[in-house]
């Protein structure tokens, strides 16, 4: 067959004959419909790529090969192949600790779902099934499940081959992994760590990660000492605190007093005020499930308890990647507050729980201006757009704010409720509304004079300490685990795991007898007036029913 190619001028074209035809198929296309043409080339466009893919076709996409990028080239060829594995670890615990805070902040006391594609059922924590983890609880869990993955894999297959690997690389791939399984732990009750593997207790998960984390304080003792404040520089900032405050939160929920003591006393002796991220990327991706719900779209998915309004949102900055904090010293101060609350050692919890607020509110802010807000109504209360407008804040900016909130119906209105119960507790928000100092790291209401007019009380200094952890923790995924709430794992797990059929541990919802039952009954809360106030009314203080259940709820014993 003689093939003619298009040319741009007649003379460099030796096929007249060829030209000729051309020419006259030029003049026939000139006179069908565009609209006819564009048809024509999208069906022959499908054609052949159906064609392309069809089973034995020479142009079959998936016959195409570099040898550069497969499996077996990169385990035979792996120098410096760690890093990149660690860069592939760090974005994959971004992933799955943003859209961990999704569901947990939901199913916690600290917000609801107001409107969003997200279950409306983890607002009532008992209706939870399997499928509603499907879309933002998969990210979350298969997500975590996969930086544990990757962590094995490259330890027996890519680091022994990798002659340029370090032992600090090493140390943090064993870091993630076990931060990854402490996640895990705190929000599921049994899940298996292996493809189709036998569910483990969140328990023996705990234990495991503790392994690695002692595996990657081995390893840190052989790289050179770092001063660093956080990890925002390089990612990972001092591996040798990373591991201290990793392990004192781990050896907390399994009760150890004298490991979580130890190493929460050795990360404050090491660096007082200290930080370590998830760092998001907003241009490249990814983006924190989180952060959209909460700041990126206009429509308010999510609205906080009013109790908890004056830290929202915490991940403030679209301009840059606020990072979110994964872990930080005032774990520290308030580990040791239970510790020495379940020891009935009153001065010394009164002492970290100061410590901890002081340092909590020395922590940096970022101006944050609200003024599209447009929160709605929701199954928990009004909408509290109606709230936040200039009448309520009759002094320069947000303060003093002429709305009291109170933690619960039992609590009475006093002479200085302005001071107890206002607290800049509501910001304003909406059109004309100034910016305002947001918690980026750590906030709370509470001043250090606050917890010295405590009364010499455990229930009444207990009740404060998970309050603190509450707002100090905020959008952290922490206060779901504190109530005693446990995820069941997403249906795809039951679906392909014979090993967990429904039914089975892990499986299903757990539920605490002290979680209120009703319709986000977590979250619910009334308004009313009274001499010029707005009176925001907690239906449930979650805090004080901790208190009244520390026994079962505390993992240190002793209460």
């Known amino acids: 067959m003689q093939a003619c190619f298009i040319c741009l001028h007649e003379k460099t074209c030796k096929n007249s004959k060829s030209l000729s035809q051309m020419k006259t198929l030029f003049g026939t296309l000139k006179k069908i419909p565009w609209w006819l043409l564009a048809s024509a080339v999208l069906v022959a466009s499908a054609a052949a790529l159906n064609l392309s893919c069809a089973p034995g076709n020479l142009f079959d996409p998936t016959r195409v090969q570099n040898d550069n990028v497969t499996e077996e080239n990169l385990i035979a060829n792996p120098d410096n192949t760690t890093r990149s594995v660690l860069t592939g670890m760090r974005r994959t615990l971004v992933i799955g600790y943003g859209a961990l805070g999704t569901l947990t902040e939901l199913a916690s006391d600290n917000y609801t779902n107001a409107t969003s594609f997200v279950s409306q059922l983890l607002d009532t924590p008992s209706l939870i099934t399997g499928t509603d983890l499907t879309l933002a609880g998969g990210a979350a869990y298969f997500n975590l499940l996969r930086v544990n993955a990757v962590a094995e894999f490259a330890f027996s297959s890519i680091v022994p081959n990798d002659r340029q690997a370090t032992n600090l690389q090493r140390a943090e791939i064993r870091f993630l992994q076990a931060m990854a399984l402490i996640l895990l732990a705190e929000n599921w009750s049994h899940f298996p760590i292996e493809d189709k593997g036998q569910p483990r207790s969140a328990r023996e998960v705990l234990q495991i990660a503790i392994q690695r984390l002692q595996e990657a304080q081995t390893l840190a003792a052989t790289a050179p000492s770092v001063n660093a404040a956080d990890n925002l520089a390089d990612g990972l900032g001092d591996i040798r605190m990373n591991?201290?405050?990793?392990?004192?939160?781990?050896?907390?929920?399994?009760?150890?007093?004298?490991?979580?003591?130890?190493?929460?006393?050795?990360?404050?002796?090491?660096?007082?005020?200290?930080?370590?991220?998830?760092?998001?990327?907003?241009?490249?991706?990814?983006?924190?499930?989180?952060?959209?719900?909460?700041?990126?779209?206009?429509?308010?998915?999510?609205?906080?308890?009013?109790?908890?309004?004056?830290?929202?949102?915490?991940?403030?900055?679209?301009?840059?990647?606020?990072?979110?904090?994964?872990?930080?010293?005032?774990?520290?101060?308030?580990?040791?507050?239970?510790?020495?609350?379940?020891?009935?050692?009153?001065?010394?919890?009164?002492?970290?729980?100061?410590?901890?607020?002081?340092?909590?509110?020395?922590?940096?802010?970022?101006?944050?201006?609200?003024?599209?807000?447009?929160?709605?109504?929701?199954?928990?209360?009004?909408?509290?757009?109606?709230?936040?407008?200039?009448?309520?804040?009759?002094?320069?900016?947000?303060?003093?704010?002429?709305?009291?909130?109170?933690?619960?119906?039992?609590?009475?209105?006093?002479?200085?409720?302005?001071?107890?119960?206002?607290?800049?507790?509501?910001?304003?928000?909406?059109?004309?509304?100034?910016?305002?100092?947001?918690?980026?790291?750590?906030?709370?209401?509470?001043?250090?004079?606050?917890?010295?007019?405590?009364?010499?009380?455990?229930?009444?200094?207990?009740?404060?300490?998970?309050?603190?952890?509450?707002?100090?923790?905020?959008?952290?995924?922490?206060?779901?685990?504190?109530?005693?709430?446990?995820?069941?794992?997403?249906?795809?797990?039951?679906?392909t795991n014979p090993n967990m059929p429904l039914g089975s541990p892990g499986t299903l919802v757990v539920v605490p007898e002290w979680i209120p039952a009703g319709n986000a009954a977590l979250n619910t809360y009334t308004v009313t007036t009274s001499g010029g106030f707005t009176i925001i009314t907690i239906q449930n203080d979650m805090n004080d029913v901790i208190a009244r259940n520390i026994s079962r709820i505390s993992p240190f014993a002793g209460f």
């Open 243 to 495: 591991i201290f405050l990793a392990l004192a939160r781990a050896h907390r929920l399994l009760g150890n007093k004298a490991e979580a003591r130890r190493n929460a006393e050795a990360a404050l002796a090491r660096r007082a005020a200290y930080v370590y991220y998830v760092r998001p990327d907003i241009t490249n991706g990814p983006i924190p499930d989180i952060y959209n719900h909460s700041l990126i779209r206009t429509d308010n998915n999510f609205q906080p308890l009013p109790r908890l309004e004056f830290l929202d949102p915490k991940c403030a900055s679209i301009q840059g990647a606020t990072p979110l904090p994964l872990l930080k010293t005032e774990e520290c101060h308030l580990i040791l507050a239970e510790i020495a609350l379940s020891d009935n050692n009153l001065p010394e919890a009164r002492a970290q729980m100061r410590s901890a607020v002081t340092l909590a509110r020395s922590r940096p802010t970022e101006l944050f201006s609200d003024a599209n807000e447009r929160r709605i109504a929701s199954p928990a209360g009004p909408a509290l757009t109606a709230i936040t407008v200039a009448t309520n804040f009759p002094g320069p900016g947000n303060l003093p704010s002429r709305i009291l909130v109170l933690p619960s119906p039992t609590a009475r209105l006093t002479t200085n409720a302005d001071s107890v119960y206002a607290a800049s507790l509501v910001r304003r928000r909406g059109p004309g509304s100034p910016p305002f100092a947001l918690p980026i790291v750590s906030g709370t209401s509470l001043t250090p004079a606050d917890i010295d007019a405590l009364p010499n009380d455990r229930t009444t200094l207990v009740r404060t300490l998970y309050l603190l952890r509450q707002e100090i923790f905020f959008l952290e995924s922490r206060r779901m685990s504190d109530l005693g709430i446990r995820f069941p794992v997403p249906e795809r797990q039951t679906q």
